[in-house]
């Protein structure tokens, strides 16, 4: 029996205790430096939980000593794991960049404030990923949820008041929705521990109540993933957001819902053969191909690029939907894969474009002509991210389409390859839209002198986009990452 | 043998080399020009340096190779120098020093904007040219290919006008959707099938696809390359030519174009392998198109006014010889099709080099306006009439050869359909050039009111010699290859013969 590790506690709690702590410091720069004391320190700790999952399999915590099923209980697989140093990594990359971000983006007395939220959105996330009790799961679903509400409606729009509102209506139904979910489940098991639910589930798979609690769970997370047509209340959330929130929600919040929408199909339903008793396979793929095709279409005619990419957003999750709906261990990895790697992309992207925000106050696609001239560096870590949008190789985008492709052909899918890749064409017209702005065309007469970008946010941007090149060229370690997830996931561990 | 680096250094520097180059191209910028074109052309030297060093272990049968970097698990991104892959380096490498010349003095008589960009670029496209010449497997060929069409796409939107743009778009449209949407599904499908992507002899499909697969496949290939612009994937071709002209020059006549066919021959005799072909003949296809374009083309080009138009026209005419060279699938045709890339680009480039010398001194870019011009322009029409020569295929010229041995494997094959079409596209040639020489050596000028703004340009006479140098210098070297045909010969005869 495994030991109790207290890292994963810490993780958690060290984060939770620090977001009150700024509050009552009230000072927006030592707020700052607490947020960025405490991401780097998650980010290392989540490293050092990452090696020790890797070479035991799996990290435990029994909260109070209480063995599982009674008590609550956090572990931490390869899955988890992987979706942890997501979360831990866009948070450590974000925070330096946030400092100058949210100075100019965020009225100054309410800066503590929005580090505050921050923190316990990270905590929630964080949480997200090591919890192994269903309910907990809710509890923290529910902190980084009310924390992004807060911190969408801080942006400088005052249209970012109504995304907000949006997304608390939707956000709300969906996790209500989860709660039904797990209380239906907790009505024919009498367990809320995942894994003891796993256990039992076979025995209670045929019943109505449990068909209904699967339904549930689907609907409420996939409203949280802005899956395709759950997908309403995100383009307006990030593209109203302080930029700060929308790079670190972008590349956090939709994977760790994939993530429990992974929990749900393959641990607690994980004995149960889900995919051939309920017609699952098809309503994803379909609500995934739609989500592929046409937000990619959306995102072609946009004229604001925070919208243009949150478009683009909402077809890259329909790809790791469809990497999952496949259910084999290749096209789970191919979904897992592309969390991570998108991550990166769509990092690197919304940082471009919060950095262009700081320097010009430019969102729309008029306001960026020749931008490629006046901000060449910030350009080019914003094309990387483009040609990884689009998949091209040396790119981490290449990496994801690889692995969705080679699973879709080993199912004998051959027409779902050929839309992949017909859908990733769209990728190539969006972004080829921004790229003829920023450096065919001659910046307008009167544009509003460029404030000279800090190294604080083009450093972190260029991290992330290095590192995209580096995961797209030398990815065997994310690829068997993957694949190892993927095999835990299929229990063939 | 290389006295000072081992093959696989070797090998890695000549990819290096050009970025190394560009780097400095890069440093000394807009403020150092004289510098700038200095590093530019010395980098092309010491590039050709290089490759050709690995020549004559290639022809001794060495296969040297290196593998950059593990991508994906068990796929690396590898080099290996094979002979085909070895004709088509030496001969972007070597035109690339003549091309550097040419476009000192074309961009700076032309006065051309963001002239570092345009040479950083270009260091970008050779060093994928040489990356496609020696890539170990399809991977390494796809991941180059694809960095090919991105960095040669600022320099068709150069000039940054709206022809230019839309272009551009063409350009990027045809070449992308054809490599995201067919050639990696291809590769995919054959890593799928087969478990490689090694480009092995005898090619690695043999005894795995059948019937109807092996035709989807090969389709999938074919169309798949866009940049052999074999039609109805041609497009992109002609719309590249808004590009400042040593850019049509050495890329859309020779290090392109020739990645494209280049991975048309490498994919049929490595990845498919001939016997597989021809017990198959699922390749039949294939030689209808190639014939249709060859045809087609020719008689597009034959209505074009705009000498760059028609070039470009000529060149998806030359490209699909190539192609057709290696469908017939004799051994003596496949190592004309190698030898047809040395002869076209020798006399391609001339061409294009001889168009750009007239819109450089002249500022003329239509067939009709060439009236009388040779006589101001001696050098650079005597030039181009050597190019257009080898286009026909007429003797002592370099076309020649290469289309008596494609010929011969018409031959041999019985294949009366490819004899027509060399001869019908020999005659089609004539047709489009001949007219361009004569009105240019014996036709008077005469003044037409269209002509009026170009008059003040009427007193011309060559153009800078950079230029000049150029042109005769690729111009002499289509007689020469014609008389030494030793080296791509005995490469293009290395590809079949193990």
């Known amino acids: 029996m495994l030991t109790s590790d207290p890292w994963l506690i810490l993780l958690i709690v060290v984060p939770l205790m620090s977001a009150p702590v700024c509050v009552l410091i009230r000072n ?20 050092k939980l990452l090696f020790k999952v890797l070479a035991q399999g799996e990290v435990i915590y029994r909260i109070g000593g209480w063995d599982a099923p ?36 965020v009225p100054k007395e309410r800066i503590y404030l929005f580090y505050t939220m921050l923190l316990l959105c990270l905590t929630g996330l ?89 339904a549930f769970l689907t609907v409420g997370i996939s409203l949280k993933l802005a899956l395709f047509p759950l997908h309403t209340w995100l383009p307006n959330a990030y593209t109203f957001s302080p930029s700060v929130v929308t790079v670190f929600l972008a590349a956090t919040a939709t994977k760790v819902s994939l993530y429990i929408l992974l929990r749900i199909f393959f641990t607690i339903f994980g004995e149960v053969d889900l995919f051939s008793t309920f017609p699952i396979q098809p309503i994803l793929m379909s609500m995934a191909l739609a989500a592929m095709f046409l937000a990619s279409l959306s995102a ?22 469809l990497g999952v709906a496949l259910a084999t261990e290749s096209g789970l990895a191919g979904g897992i894969i592309h969390m991570f790697n998108h991550a990166l992309i769509k990092g690197t992207a919304f940082m471009a474009i919060g950095a262009i925000i700081y320097s010009t106050g430019a969102v729309t696609l008029q306001d960026l002509e020749g931008i490629g001239k006046r901000m060449p560096l910030l350009m080019a870590a914003f094309i990387v991210a483009g040609l990884g949008l689009i998949g091209v190789p040396l790119t981490a985008g290449f990496i994801s389409k690889w692995q969705l492709v080679t699973a879709t052909l080993e199912a004998d899918m051959w027409p779902l390859a050929a839309l992949i890749l ?14 003829e702005v920023a450096y065919l065309r001659q910046p307008a007469i009167g544009h509003k002198a460029t404030k000279p970008l800090p190294l604080s946010m083009l450093i972190p941007t260029w991290a992330l986009a290095l590192a995209s090149v580096y995961f797209g060229t030398h990815a065997t370690f994310t690829i068997d990452l993957a694949h190892m997830a993927a095999r835990q996931l299929m229990g063939g561990l | 043998m290389n006295p000072f680096l081992s093959q696989a250094a070797t090998i890695q520097l000549a990819l290096i080399l050009p970025l190394m180059g560009g780097i400095l191209v890069w440093i000394l910028g807009e403020r150092h020009r004289n510098l700038r074109e200095a590093a530019s052309l010395l980098t092309a030297i010491c590039e050709f340096i290089v490759v050709a060093s690995l020549t004559k272990d290639v022809l001794a049968g060495a296969r040297p190779s290196v593998d950059f970097f593990e991508m994906l698990p068990g796929l690396y991104v590898t080099l290996t120098v094979e002979p085909l892959g070895q004709l088509f380096a030496l001969i972007a490498s070597g035109l690339w020093i003549v091309n550097t010349v040419y476009s000192i003095g074309y961009m700076r008589k032309n006065n051309e904007q963001n002239q570092t960009r345009f040479y950083i670029c270009f260091t970008l496209a050779i060093s994928s040219s040489v990356g496609i010449a020696f890539s170990g497997n399809i991977l390494t060929l796809f991941v180059f290919y694809e960095i090919l069409t991105l960095s040669t796409y600022p320099l068709v939107t150069h000039s940054g006008t709206v022809d230019a743009v839309r272009g551009g778009r063409i350009y990027l449209g045809v070449l992308m959707s054809t490599s995201i949407g067919f050639l990696f599904l291809a590769m995919l499908w054959t890593y799928n099938i087969t478990g490689t992507l090694d480009f092995q002899n005898g090619g690695i499909l043999g005894g795995q696809v059948h019937g109807a697969e092996l035709g989807v496949l090969l389709f999938l290939f074919m169309f798949g390359i866009g940049k052999a612009a074999m039609m109805p994937a041609h497009r992109w071709l002609p719309a590249a030519m808004v590009a400042p002209t040593p850019v049509s020059a050495l890329l859309h006549a020779v290090a392109v174009v020739k990645a494209g066919v280049f991975s048309v021959v490498k994919v049929i005799v490595y990845v498919f392998g001939i016997d597989l072909l021809v017990e198959s003949s699922a390749d039949d296809w294939l030689l209808f198109i190639a014939a249709f374009t060859i045809i087609a083309a020719s008689i597009v080009a034959l209505r074009q006014d705009n000498l760059k138009r028609r070039l470009a026209y000529s060149t998806i005419s030359q490209l699909s010889y190539v192609i057709l060279g290696a469908a017939i699938l004799a051994p003596i045709s496949i190592a004309g099709a190698a030898m047809h890339m040395a002869a076209h680009a020798f006399g391609k480039i001339t061409l294009f080099f001889a168009a750009g ?55 041999e094959t019985s294949n009366a359909l490819v004899i027509l079409v060399i001869i019908g596209s020999t005659l089609l040639n004539a047709g489009y050039f001949l007219p361009i020489i004569y009105r240019a050596f014996f036709k008077e000028q005469k003044l037409r ?20 140098a150029a042109l005769c210098f690729t111009a002499l070297g289509t007689i020469a290859l014609f008389f030494f045909p030793d080296v791509p010969l005995a490469l293009g005869q290395a590809l079949v013969g193990d």
Request: aromatic share 12%.
């Open chain 1, 28 to 47: 927006a720069t030592a707020a700052w430096v607490v947020a960025m004391a405490v991401s780097w320190a998650v980010f290392a700790v989540s490293l």
């Open chain 1, 126 to 214: 964080l949480g997200i990923a090591v919890t192994g009790d269903a309910f907990n799961l809710f509890v923290f679903l529910e902190i980084s949820s009310l924390s992004s509400y807060v911190l969408i409606s801080l942006g400088r729009d005052r249209r970012a008041l109504t995304a907000a509102y949006r997304y608390l209506i939707m956000g709300t139904i969906g996790a209500t929705f989860y709660i039904i979910g797990v209380g239906l489940m907790y009505q024919m098991t009498g367990s809320l521990n995942i894994a003891d639910l796993s256990t039992i589930m076979p025995a209670v798979a045929d019943t109505r109540t449990v068909l209904a609690a699967m």
């Open chain 2, 449 to 468: 009111a269209k002509d009026e703004p170009y008059q003040k340009y009427d007193n011309h006479g060559e153009s800078p010699w950079p230029v000049v």
């Open chain 2, 357 to 411: 010398s007239i819109y450089t001194a002249a500022h003329k870019t239509e067939v009709s306006q060439l009236d009388g011009i040779g006589k101001r322009m001696p050098y650079t029409m005597i030039a181009f009439s050597i190019g257009a020569l080898s286009m026909i295929g007429l003797p002592p010229t370099a076309g020649f050869i290469s289309k008596w041995y494609i010929l011969s494997g018409a031959l």
């Open chain 1, 300 to 321: 072609i005619w946009q004229e604001n690029i925070k919208r243009m990419m949150a478009y683009s957003s909402i077809a890259q999750i329909g790809y790791m939907v």
């Open chain 1, 70 to 105: 009674w008590g609550i209980e956090y572990k931490l697989d390869i899955l988890g794991a992987f979706v942890l140093i997501i979360v831990a990594t866009v948070g450590a990359v974000v925070m330096p960049y946030a400092k100058k971000s949210v100075e100019s983006e």
């Open chain 1, 422 to 435: 017909l859908s990733s064409l769209f990728a190539v017209i969006y972004v080829w839209r921004i790229f």
